[in-house]
């Protein structure tokens, strides 16, 4: 009895100690459990250099997550993230379906749901083409002053991008050049831009263009005088028949 006395805090102490254990071991099993969705970015993982996704992809897609109330505080839509694998892609229409095993969660996380859970697109091979550089000019000179024939250096440009739009594309365009106010010839180095968000300019990124402004040339010299008909000459017997 005594001796069980002398050591009555190391046993109070043992008790103690295996509380906080089964605290630490059974806490999150007794944590409520919580869903909650988020807006993960889509990512597009080992595209082909020579190919290229042509129809609109969305930007994000909706993940359900299942979890602890903790971990899910801890979650948020910059560190989620789907991948969107197209390492064995071909050009033509694709469909792929999005797993929930391949977005990286944290242990104990489910993943409920994906929406969309299926992207369907488009594929094209990239090509490339060297088309002329339009002028975009913009407004006139002054009255009495005039724009002549525009000058580009270099004049051609190469473009990349689908196939389908590689084909059709006939030029590409300058940046805006303003005429309004101007009275002389002037260089603009400016941008060359394409009117498509698929396909890109190469080569030139900038050009030079020379736009000749000259003052109306007005004519003063005076109108010329033109001489007055000739009389009718009459004929002998004309003549003879008016002496009758």
């Known amino acids: 009895m005594k001796g069980w006395l002398?050591?009555?805090?190391?046993?109070?102490?043992?008790?103690f100690l295996a509380f906080v254990l089964w605290l630490v071991v059974s806490?999150?099993?007794r944590e409520p459990v919580a869903?909650?969705?988020?807006?993960?970015?889509?990512?597009?993982?080992?595209?082909?250099?020579?190919?290229?996704?042509?129809?609109?992809?969305?930007?994000?897609?909706?993940?359900?997550?299942?979890?602890?109330?903790?971990?899910?505080?801890?979650?948020?839509?910059?560190?989620?993230?789907?991948?969107?694998?197209?390492?064995?892609?071909?050009p033509g229409d694709a469909t792929v379906t999005l797993l929930p095993r391949a977005i990286n969660?944290?242990?104990?996380?489910?993943?409920?749901?994906?929406?969309?859970n299926q992207l369907r697109f488009r594929i094209e091979r990239i090509r490339q083409k060297s088309v002329p550089i339009r002028p975009f000019l913009v407004g006139q000179p002054?009255?009495?002053?005039?724009?002549?024939?525009?000058?580009?250096?270099?004049?051609?440009?190469?473009?990349?991008?689908?196939?389908?739009?590689?084909?059709?594309?006939?030029?590409?365009?300058?940046?805006?050049i303003i005429l309004t106010g101007r009275t002389a010839t002037f260089v603009q180095n400016v941008a060359v831009v394409s009117d498509s968000a698929l396909?890109?300019?190469?080569?030139?990124?900038?050009?030079?263009?020379?736009?000749?402004?000259?003052?109306?040339?007005?004519?003063?010299?005076p109108p010329t005088e033109t001489a007055p008909p000739a009389?009718?000459?009459t004929t002998k017997k004309a003549r003879k028949k008016g002496r009758r």
């Open 6 to 15: 002398s050591n009555w805090w190391l046993r109070v102490l043992s008790l």
């Open 27 to 29: 806490g999150p099993r």
């Open 35 to 90: 869903e909650r969705a988020f807006a993960a970015p889509l990512a597009i993982l080992r595209m082909p250099r020579d190919l290229i996704v042509t129809t609109t992809l969305p930007d994000t897609v909706t993940v359900r997550l299942r979890g602890r109330v903790s971990q899910m505080r801890a979650i948020s839509s910059q560190n989620l993230e789907v991948p969107l694998d197209l390492g064995s892609a071909q």
């Open 105 to 116: 969660v944290p242990q104990d996380v489910e993943v409920i749901s994906i929406d969309p």
């Open 142 to 176: 002054p009255a009495g002053y005039t724009a002549g024939d525009v000058t580009i250096v270099p004049p051609l440009a190469l473009v990349s991008g689908p196939a389908s739009q590689i084909g059709k594309a006939t030029d590409v365009s300058t940046e805006r």
């Open 199 to 221: 396909v890109r300019i190469i080569d030139p990124i900038n050009a030079d263009v020379t736009v000749p402004v000259t003052p109306v040339v007005t004519s003063t010299e």
């Open 231 to 233: 009389p009718a000459k």
